[in-house]
């Protein structure tokens, strides 16, 4: 058994080394994934963190990050692992003497496999942390797949058998719920709802993030940002448009955000002209937003 934690604490101070900022729960579910060797199913909205959080593990443990970016139409040639055609044909054509055993068990060999994400994370005898991003995206069949290889953590390759993992990597599955993901899908994985931050960790986020930033101003993005997410909005600002606001402000000079400027800036926070729209209408009209 892998124990790439010491405790939960060891989880939470090394995701803040690397600047993410963790609770207890989420350093937990990491720590219980490490032990566990089960793969992390991080649900929430667009923008929250989940990517984040894969990347921000790997690069705590000094793992590498193998990332496959799902979406409609995926398939398992894209998925695990497809035939090198061209090169097998190139080979059938210099061997036209040779019997078609010989040929058959030539082309159909390690040097003529492509891997793909999931089959590279299986293989890799180095510490690899892979991320499968967007599974709600796929198809039933693609998510039967990746069950599949999460379930036994090898793969059958009818020409050369059963490859089986040399270590059980650390695996995040994130989901905006786009759609409902499988029962099966979820018991075989520890389950983690990432939502907007609190204030007061949102807050702590953008200190962290931008180091430039007074507590003062982090404390008024944060304020505005929460209040802009209670509106009825295509898109809700998320946590790196937020900090991109922070940066922004502090690059302008401003040390209190008004509700000019909070409009003029609004296309930074905001992606849609109607989210604009109703944000700039909310600044206009309710002064305590912009209150410390």
Known sequence: MSERFTDVESVREGLKNVDYLADDGL??????????EKPILVEGPAGTGKTQLAKSVAEMIGARLIRLQCYEGLDESKAL?????????????SEQNADWDTIEDDIFSDE????????????????????????DRVEVETEALLLEILSDY???????????????????????????????????????YLDYPELEREREIVLTKVPDISQNLADQVARIVRSVRQLDLRKAPSVSETIDWARTLVLLGVEHVDAETATETANI?????????????????TEDTFDV
């Not at 350093?27 to 566990?36: F, G, N, P």
């Not at 692992?81 to 054509?93: F, M, P, S, V």
């Not at 890799?124 to 892979?130: H, K």
Request: hydrophobic share 45%.
């Open 27 to 36: 350093a937990s579910i990491v720590y219980l994934a490490d032990r566990l």
């Open 81 to 93: 692992y497809e035939w090198n055609y061209k090169k097998q044909l190139l080979r059938i054509q």
């Open 112 to 135: 003529f496999l492509l891997t793909r994400p999931l089959l590279e994370a299986i293989t890799a005898e180095d510490p690899v942390v892979l991320l499968i991003d967007e599974v």
């Open 154 to 192: 090898q793969v059958s390759i009818p020409e050369l058998g059963t490859i089986e993992s040399k270590q059980i990597p650390l695996v995040f599955l994130t989901s905006n719920n786009t759609r409902e993901l499988s029962e099966a899908l979820k018991r075989r994985a520890l389950y983690m």
């Open 269 to 285: 926070l905001l992606k849609y002209r109607s989210d604009i729209e109703k944000a700039t209408k909310e600044f206009a009209t």
